[in-house]
C-alpha cells in the first residue's frame, strides 16, 4: 500500500528555516505529481505547494510564493519543501500528498489527490 512519512518539522524563530521531506514507497513516485498542504489550528486544510510528476513545473499558493521551494529527487521517492522567511502565520501541520492521477502538473485542489501523510508539525515563534 502506499505510505507517505513526512518528517522536518520543528520550532524555529519568525525568519527561520526548515526543511520538510516526504518519503513515499508503495507506488511507482515519479509518474505522480506531489504536494504539501498544511493545516492551522480550527482552519481548514491549505495549499501550499505541488511539483509536477517529472519535477519540471512547480505551483505555490501566493501566501508562500517567494519563501517555499518545493523539489523532488525521483530517484530517492522522496518530495522536499524548503521553507524560508518563516512567519508565525505559517504555524500548521504539514502533509504530504500523491496525485490521484499519474503524469499531472499538480493540483491545489484536496480533492484531487489520493494519499496523505501523517503530517509534521511545523511552529513558528514571534
Known amino acids: 500500500q502506499v505510505q507517505l512519512v513526512e518528517s522536518g518539522g520543528g520550532l524555529v524563530q519568525a525568519g527561520g528555516s526548515l526543511g520538510l521531506s516526504c518519503a513515499a514507497s508503495g507506488l511507482t513516485f515519479s509518474s505522480y505529481a506531489m504536494a504539501w498542504f498544511r493545516q492551522a489550528p480550527g482552519k481548514e486544510r491549505e495549499f501550499a505547494a505541488a511539483?509536477?510528476?517529472?519535477?519540471?513545473?512547480?505551483k505555490y499558493a501566493d501566501s508562500v510564493k517567494g519563501r517555499f521551494t518545493i523539489s523532488r529527487d525521483n530517484a530517492k521517492n522522496t518530495v522536499y519543501l524548503k521553507v524560508n522567511s518563516l512567519k508565525p502565520e505559517d504555524t500548521a501541520v504539514y502533509y504530504c500528498?500523491?496525485?490521484?492521477?499519474?503524469?499531472?502538473?499538480?493540483?491545489?485542489?484536496?480533492?484531487?489527490?489520493?494519499?496523505w501523510g501523517q503530517g509534521t508539525q511545523v511552529t513558528v515563534s514571534s
Open positions: 500528498a500523491v496525485d490521484r492521477r499519474p503524469y499531472r502538473t499538480g493540483s491545489f485542489y484536496t480533492e484531487e489527490y489520493d494519499y
Open positions: 511539483i509536477s510528476w517529472s519535477g519540471g513545473s512547480t
